[in-house]
């Protein structure tokens, strides 16, 4: 992502042409057009990008793969859907996960110094989100790259890269679901509050105050989603 000046919305770097695709798409699910049960049509993707359907192809199997795109004979390709129920299981699938890295990055010595400073930053650049863009779209794609950014940065340090991955896709698989309703993904004040919280309890080495900031942030997306899916 460019942050410099008041370019908020993705420049797409030089990756293989499937690479490019997904990264479309998933920012397309990060700025909130993409919602539930929306299409994803071979042919609209590739004129867009201005790609052959092949590549379009690879993402969507990919996308498959991830658990953020479904597809059927009947409806194609489709932005994944899911019942309350459904929801709530991925709910507590991310939250049991990363309490697992949260319990290592607060009992052993991983996070130093540096590592504090820039997760502090990441809380800041959060704090001044709103100033920072025109458009609504610009608002819902920078706070829900901020948030998936100080989350990624914790799952990274954690050297656990199987939960990493799989977290990264529950984050997209949720966030589909939260596009419904943008409401329920909180303002930059409330999110970058809860970051510092789980951050300040991270500095104090103890597993109980981690676990009791992390759910505080993660149940108020559940009781906002939840709420909003009835």
């Given at each position: 992502?460019?942050?410099h000046?008041?370019?908020?919305?993705?420049?797409?770097?030089?990756?293989?042409?499937?690479?490019?695709?997904?990264?479309?798409?998933k920012?397309?699910?990060?700025?909130?057009?993409?919602?539930?049960?929306?299409?994803?049509?071979?042919?609209?993707?590739?004129?867009?990008?201005?790609?052959?359907r092949?590549?379009?192809?690879?993402?969507?199997?990919?996308?498959?793969?991830?658990?953020?795109?479904?597809?059927?004979?009947?409806?194609?390709?489709?932005?994944l859907?899911?019942?309350?129920?459904?929801?709530?299981?991925?709910?507590?699938?991310?939250?049991t996960?990363?309490?697992?890295?949260?319990h290592?990055?607060?009992?052993?010595?991983?996070?130093?110094?540096?590592?504090?400073?820039?997760?502090?930053?990441?809380?800041?650049?959060?704090?001044?989100?709103e100033?920072?863009?025109?458009?609504?779209?610009?608002?819902?794609?920078?706070?829900?790259?901020?948030?998936?950014a100080?989350?990624?940065?914790l799952?990274?340090?954690?050297?656990?890269?199987r939960?990493?991955?799989?977290?990264e896709g529950?984050?997209?698989?949720?966030?589909?679901?939260?596009?419904?309703?943008?409401?329920?993904?909180?303002?930059?004040?409330?999110?970058?509050?809860?970051?510092l919280?789980?951050?300040?309890?991270?500095?104090?080495?103890?597993?109980?105050?981690?676990?009791?900031?992390?759910?505080?942030?993660?149940?108020?997306?559940?009781?906002?989603?939840?709420?909003n899916?009835?």
């Amino acid at each position: 992502m460019v942050t410099h000046g008041m370019v908020i919305m993705p420049q797409y770097e030089k990756k293989s042409l499937s690479d490019i695709v997904v990264a479309y798409v998933k920012n397309r699910i990060l700025s909130g057009v993409l919602k539930s049960g929306d299409k994803l049509t071979e042919a609209d993707i590739s004129s867009e990008l201005s790609t052959s359907r092949a590549p379009v192809r690879e993402a969507m199997r990919i996308l498959n793969e991830q658990g953020i795109v479904s597809f059927s004979p009947r409806r194609g390709n489709q932005v994944l859907e899911m019942s309350p129920q459904e929801v709530l299981e991925v709910f507590d699938i991310r939250i049991t996960l990363e309490i697992q890295i949260l319990h290592i990055l607060s009992t052993q010595p991983i996070l130093q110094e540096k590592d504090y400073q820039e997760l502090h930053q990441m809380t800041m650049q959060m704090q001044k989100g709103e100033q920072q863009c025109s458009t609504n779209e610009e608002r819902v794609f920078l706070l829900n790259t901020l948030d998936l950014a100080f989350h990624r940065y914790l799952w990274n340090a954690s050297e656990s890269s199987r939960r990493a991955q799989i977290l990264e896709g529950l984050f997209y698989q949720l966030l589909i679901v939260m596009n419904q309703n943008i409401v329920s993904l909180g303002t930059f004040e409330e999110k970058a509050q809860e970051h510092l919280q789980i951050l300040n309890a991270l500095k104090t080495n103890q597993p109980p105050l981690v676990s009791e900031a992390f759910m505080q942030h993660l149940h108020k997306y559940v009781n906002a989603t939840l709420a909003n899916s009835k």
